[in-house]
């Protein structure tokens, strides 16, 4: 049975290769953070994870961890409805909703489960979902699993955004569905544009934070605090993988009959297990550390002023960014590759992207800045940068 369908796997997995698409894990031996050490005992200094306020290692959430682990145990063996509610879930859930300024919040396994389940629940064929072109996979999916009509708007064009909401005057609901900030770029959704035109056409708004929440805005509440919208937006999907402890879990917050109706038909809160009470009890952590000062927002902020401003300076093409990511703009596939490998024998640890991650003739090296970062490393970062860019001829001297 399986023979024919091994040799179309071996075909479609060499063809994968033959594109140079074929993706490859480097493996970490010690926590994450911004200095690691990958297998064979080389260190390097990180540049490509999401531990925007470097809290992936933190003493605190793992001892928070620990502990809840101690008296609640290890995990639910349950979904939320059936036994798999912990008074630390409900805790979590008041916590977010009291950090987004949102009425009720509910947790899911993943941000992605949170994009996954969050549509069909709420929209039927007479509705429409108008979404931004560069949205995350997930949102993309969870669009796929509901009926409603799709509209599509160019990446944070509002002229072509007003287009489209023109068109789904037809349907009954409309929601504008958009990342907070685009994963690729680094630039972030105009929530202020999208807010009026939602209130002039009548629309609904729903906002994946997964890059924003702990990182835009001065206090990092993320994009409703940037455009000064906290508790005016209904939906907002957000990670706990992220900023927030770069461990796992997911939620939506919002409009309290939002919620309470996807606690009710959301299929991957319904039909898949609870998170563990020790991440519960980290996530909790996560946000009284980033809400008791804001050192790390500050430091965050810092860092990244300083590397973009510092690579500009060297003559890099960056694109304009207003959160903790800076791509570097090499626009060639091979050399973007190129790059990322001299970069690692340099001891920096980055991430070349090309097509079909982001558009043709658009690679680039994706750099994450991190409240982690100390001075010297992302100097560090910036002299390997300029160095390994003389070699190959991507800056003059
Ligand atoms: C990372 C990311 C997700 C997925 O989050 P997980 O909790 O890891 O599933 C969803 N949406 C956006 C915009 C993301 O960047």
């Known amino acids: 049975m399986y023979q024919d369908f091994q040799k179309h796997l071996q075909t479609t997995i060499a063809e994968i290769r033959e594109a140079g698409l074929y993706k490859s894990e480097r493996v970490i031996i010690t926590p994450q953070s911004s200095a690691i050490q990958v297998e064979g005992g080389v260190d390097v200094i990180n540049f ?25 145990g290890y995990g639910m063996a349950s979904v939320r409805f059936i036994c798999g509610t912990q008074d630390t879930h409900k805790q979590l859930e008041q916590a977010i909703s009291d950090f987004f300024g949102t009425e009720d919040t509910i947790l899911y396994a993943a941000c992605f489960d949170a994009n996954g389940g969050l549509f069909e629940p709420l929209l039927t064929e007479q509705d429409a979902i108008i979404s931004d072109a560069l949205n995350h ?70 906002v994946d934070e997964s890059h924003s929440a702990g990182v835009v805005g001065k206090t990092g509440h993320g994009v409703t605090e940037l455009y000064n919208l906290r508790g005016k937006i209904e939906i907002l999907t957000g990670t706990l993988g992220k900023a927030f402890g770069g461990s796992v879990g997911g939620f939506t917050t919002g409009k309290k009959e939002i919620i309470d109706l996807l606690r009710q038909r959301s299929r991957p809160y319904l039909f898949s297990n609870s998170i563990p009470p020790m991440i519960a009890a980290a996530g909790l952590k996560t946000l009284e550390i980033i809400t008791r000062d804001n050192t790390l927002q500050d430091k965050l902020h810092a860092n990244t002023e300083y590397f973009v401003t510092k690579m500009k300076a060297a003559g890099f093409d960056i694109k304009p960014t207003q959160s903790a990511i800076c791509a570097v703009m090499l626009y060639d596939a091979r050399l973007s590759q190129e790059f990322a490998a001299a970069l690692q024998k340099e001891g920096i640890y980055v991430t070349g992207f090309y097509y079909p991650v982001v558009p043709q003739g658009q690679a680039r090296i994706r750099v994450q800045l991190s409240a982690a970062h100390t001075q010297e490393q992302l100097d560090r970062g910036i002299a390997a940068f300029i160095k390994v860019a003389r070699t190959l001829n991507v800056i003059k001297q």
């Open 137 to 206: 996979a997930s949102i993309i999916d969870g669009v796929r699993l509901c009926k409603a009509v799709r509209y599509r708007y160019k990446n944070g064009d509002m002229a072509d955004l007003e287009e489209q909401l023109k068109a789904a005057q037809a349907q009954r609901f409309r929601i504008i569905a958009t990342d907070g900030v685009f994963s690729m770029d680094g630039n972030v959704c105009p929530l202020d544009k999208i807010y009026e035109l939602a209130n002039k056409y009548n629309a609904l708004v729903m």
């Open 48 to 72: 490509c994870a999401n531990n925007y306020l470097g809290l992936a290692d933190n003493k605190e959430l793992i001892q928070a961890a620990k502990d809840r682990m101690d008296v609640r």
